[in-house]
């Protein structure tokens, strides 16, 4: 996708604050942070939205859970606790077309979010 911030991100035509990476993932800090960590996990591939999401894709969306869970674990997240996010469309705020996963730790975070 020409146009798709994410897209550039993984073509390397821009580069981010890089985490971690793996084949098919990956994990980078947010530009605006909410949380003493908040990083994006992305798909190399290109997919819009959650609803975009194929039956194949199914493995793909369990490495970017493991990304986090790795970097969870490296920045020593796991007892005190954190957050997995996905934002999809409007009502949700969803705000670059290339699903990504949000991870957030470091501080108390609230529910309901907002
Ligand atoms: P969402 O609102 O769920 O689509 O989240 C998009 C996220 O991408 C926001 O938290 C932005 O702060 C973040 N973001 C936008 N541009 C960049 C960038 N160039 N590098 C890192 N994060 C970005
Ligand atoms: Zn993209």
Known sequence: MDDCLFCKIAAGDIVPDLVYETKSVL??????????????V?????????NDLAVDDAGLVGEMVLAAQHVVAREDYAESGYRLVMNCN????QTVFHIHLHLLAGRPLTWPPG
């Open 27 to 40: 994990v980078f800090r947010d530009i605006n942070p909410q949380a003493p960590l908040h990083v994006l």
């Open 42 to 50: 992305i798909p190399r591939k290109h997919i819009s939205t959650l």
């Open 90 to 93: 409007g009502d949700a705020g």
